[in-house]
Structures are given as C-alpha cells and as structure tokens.
C-alpha cells in the first residue's frame, strides 16, 4: 500500500474513536472525580476500634502515624497527611479494623500545622 | 576539521531523568562520548538497613516508578526464600499478572519516548493514551496507578472478584488492536523504520561482554528470558513466546518491546482465566532467620537480582539491588560511536533508561 494511504488506514479508525468517546479530562475541583472504590486515599478511623497497640505507627514506611501516650489508657493518635504515602499499611498492620483508606483526596491547605489530623483522642 | 564538545544533560529535552552527556563533534559526528551518573541518588539500600522488612517493601516500590511491580516482587520473593514461606497459587499468579500489566505499561511509555524523540508525535500520542487503558486496570485493582502497594511478604493485599476479572478480560480486549496496529506502524512504516535501522547496533559479541539484559541484548540476538529460563510460579504453567530478533539496531529494540506487549496482552488472558481458587497470602513473621538469599525477576526492561543478607533480626543486614538499565548503560559509549549528532536522540532513548533505577 502506498505510504499516504496506509497512514490514512491508521488514523481514520484513531479519529472515529476519538470522536465517539468525546472527551476524557474532567474540570476537577469543580466537577467531581470518579475514583475506583479500591482508591487509595485519606486515612479513616474507627475510634472505638482503636486499642492504641501502636502496630500501624511502627509498620508506616513514612513515619506519617504518631502515638503520643500519656498513660496505660490514655493516648493520642495523630496522622499527618503530608508525610503519608498512601502504601495502605497501617490497614494491614491493624489487627481490630480501626484504621482504613477511603477512596476521597486529601485536599490542600495553607498551613502545615492545619494538615496533622487527631485520629483517636482517648482519655483513659 | 575542529572538534566541538556538547553538554548534554543533567537537564535536557531529550532526557527524562538526569544523566549527563559530553559529546565531542566533529562536523556533525559524534567521535567521543563521556557520560556521568549519580543525581538521583537517595541512598536506598543504605536507608533499607535501617528500616523494617515490613517498611522496605514500600521502600523498594520507590526504586523506579515504572517498573515499581517488579521490585517488590523480587524482594519479597527473597525474603519469602529466607523465611520459608509458601506463598499460595492464587497470591502468585496476581502477583504475575501486575508484572505483566506493568510490562504493558513500561513498553507502551517507552514506544511514547521513543517516538516523541525521533519527532513521531502522533505514535507518541496513541501509546500514552491506550497506556492509559493499562493503567485504569491497574488503578483498579490496586487503588494506584503507578505505585501499586500490591505486594506483601508473603503474598499480596489484593483479591479478584468473577465480575472485576470479566471487566479486565474486555479492557483487554479494548487494548489488544491498538497494540497491533502500533505494531504495524513500527514494521511497516517508512518514516519510523529512516530513524530507527541501522541506529546504535549492537553486535552479540558486544551483548555478551558487557552483560546486557533484557530487551536490548534480545533484540541482538541473545534468546534469554528468566520467565523461561528460571520460572518462578506461575511461569512454568503459562505459555509464552520469547521474541527475539537479530538486528541489534534501535529498530530491533522497538520490535522486541512491542512484540513482548503483545505477549504480555496473551499472558494476562491467560492468568485471568486460570486463575486459581484459594488465599491470597500467608502470614509472615516479622523476624526473618539468619542467612541471605539471591532472587531474581525478568523486569520490563531486563533482569533484576536482589541480594538480601539477614542477620536474625526484624531488619535486613545488606540489600543490594543490581538494575537491568545499570548494565545496559555500559553499551553507550560504544553505540555513541561515529554516529550523526541527530540519531544520538534515538540512542539514548533506545535503550530505555531508567536513572533512577540505575542511581537508586
């Protein structure tokens, strides 16, 4: 086949396609992104899960988990987003299904210090 | 006629990490070359020694961003050796089937790079876009589009439902004509095979003094696979063609690459629908027994080996990791030789260099 003409055979297939499936970008944040349910994304908690056993801070690859104890019964966990590299060990490590990934982004802020989130706040 | 010396790098056009060229020219031929390495270095292995087997998992996953699949898998793979486990069927053959997705992926990127650097921009633009139909199926399982998290020691955190794995079957088959008809470009088409033949050849003498893996030195003629030669399971139950062409042009290179994606496309059906029954993974201890392991992988780009030493403790003694593009860079200088300034663009790329690997 003469060279123009089988670039015509690869492209007009191309251009059929391209004009059918219209286009692919989405206006993100003004429009909202579908993300797979198995995305992973933000760390959730289920506080009342939580036994304050510190096996997610000791397994997270990043340092991105901090358990601040101030007793036998009384701790703080504090995630910080910014160090987080959504690898979705801290699901792994938990033995009581306390701690989880959601399929949403973390959103932007200013501030640093606004980022680090007060997972489970217990008391004693 | 008077020499000339080109900087190239650490920050060009034509490079996608940092690397450094000098040529020196005379008129508009390349007859030196030297290269310098090391901008991307972060110290990886060193950093392994410090953390947990547990950690490195995720450590080793930021080796390279292409070919992320492939490294875990290797490491745990070694430290599986070491502790004596036995990952279940099912664990193995998804863990197969991430790296032959990721081959897909790491190929159709580098036909992208490739055609983008001899100015074949629409090649370019149809490999990034059917890569994408790889990489939502990646997204998919894994819940990353690159860095895929998948691999666990002693298997994988990932699991297939029937529907998922029907889903996968017809993005699959989405991908398979679009493969083939950037096959056929590569073949037949006259503009791309001007810039391509003939172009930083490789002789199998050359192959085989330097050590070179993977697809460059197949594309010389040396019919090495280690999916063939040494399987791992599944491997030694799939059925698979190793392409191997005897050009050892940049030619050759881009045949073998899309040949072994077409491959790849047949080796995914194939896991998918024998698929096993079963766990995903076992559980690992956390201390792993003294003593050190060598394992290997064939990644997209050549083989990988892993040395892992324990010393009884919960953190590894010594991880080396040997890179496939290590090797594969000795051969430049060589194919830098008397060639025309314009083609050095089609060298460079033709080898399909990943830096950070190479640097970790």
């Known amino acids: ?124 | 006629m008077s020499k000339i010396t080109v900087p190239i790098g650490p920050q060009h056009p034509l490079l996608k990490e940092p690397l450094a060229f000098s040529l020196t020219l005379e008129g508009e031929h390349v007859i030196e070359s030297a290269m310098r390495l090391g901008y991307v270095h972060r110290g990886i292995e060193r950093l392994s020694q410090e953390r947990t087997y547990v950690q490195n998992v995720h450590l080793f996953e930021r080796v390279c961003g292409i070919c992320s699949h492939i490294h875990t898998t290797t490491y745990c793979q070694g430290v599986e050796a070491l502790l004596g486990l036995e990952v279940p069927p099912r664990g193995l053959y998804l863990r197969a089937l991430l790296c032959e997705l990721e081959r897909i992926h790491s190929h159709l990127l580098w036909l992208g790079v490739q055609a983008r650097n001899i100015g074949f921009d629409t090649i370019f633009m149809y490999a990034w876009r059917d890569r994408e139909i790889v990489l939502d199926i990646m997204e998919d399982l894994s819940g990353g589009r690159v860095s895929h998290a998948v691999n666990i020691i002693g298997g994988v955190r990932i699991d297939l439902t029937t529907e998922h794995r029907d889903v996968i079957l017809r993005q699959l088959d989405t991908l398979e004509p679009q493969i083939e008809t950037l096959l056929d470009v590569v073949e037949n088409e006259r503009s791309f095979q001007a810039r391509t033949r003939n172009i930083g050849v490789l002789s199998l003498e050359q192959i085989r003094r330097y050590c070179v893996v993977g697809p460059v030195a197949r594309a010389s003629g040396l019919d090495m696979d280690l999916r063939r030669d040494a399987p791992t399971p599944p491997y030694d139950r799939l059925k698979f063609r190793v392409p191997v062409r005897y050009e050892g042009d940049a030619w050759a290179r881009t045949m073998v690459r899309m040949l072994e994606t077409v491959e790849s496309v047949h080796l995914c059906r194939q896991i998918l629908t024998t698929l096993p029954d079963g766990p995903t993974s076992v559980r690992a201890k956390r201390r792993v027994p003294p003593g050190e392991v060598v394992s290997r992988a064939e990644a997209p780009r050549g083989e990988v080996i892993y040395y892992i030493r324990s010393d009884g403790s919960d953190k590894p003694a010594r991880v080396k990791v040997r890179t496939p593009t290590l090797t594969n860079l000795i051969t430049l200088p060589d194919q830098l030789q008397n060639i025309s300034m314009a083609d050095v663009s089609v060298v460079l790329s033709g080898v399909d260099l990943c830096i950070a690997c190479a640097d970790r």
């Open chain 1, 1 to 124: 086949m003469a060279s123009p003409l089988r670039s015509l055979a690869y492209l007009l297939p191309q251009l059929w396609r391209a004009l059918k499936e219209g286009p692919h970008t989405v206006k993100y944040p003004f429009d909202p992104v579908e993300l797979p349910a198995g995305y992973r994304g933000r760390v959730i908690i289920r506080a009342e899960n939580c036994r304050g056993c510190s096996m997610c801070v000791r397994d997270c690859p990043a340092f991105a988990l901090e358990l601040e104890r101030e007793g036998r019964d009384a701790y703080r966990l504090i995630y910080h987003p910014e160090r987080c590299a959504y690898c979705g060990q801290c699901e792994l490590s938990c033995n009581f299904d306390a701690i989880s990934l959601s399929n949403e982004f973390v959103p932007g802020k200013p501030d640093r210090k606004d980022l680090g989130v007060v997972l489970v706040n217990k008391e004693g």
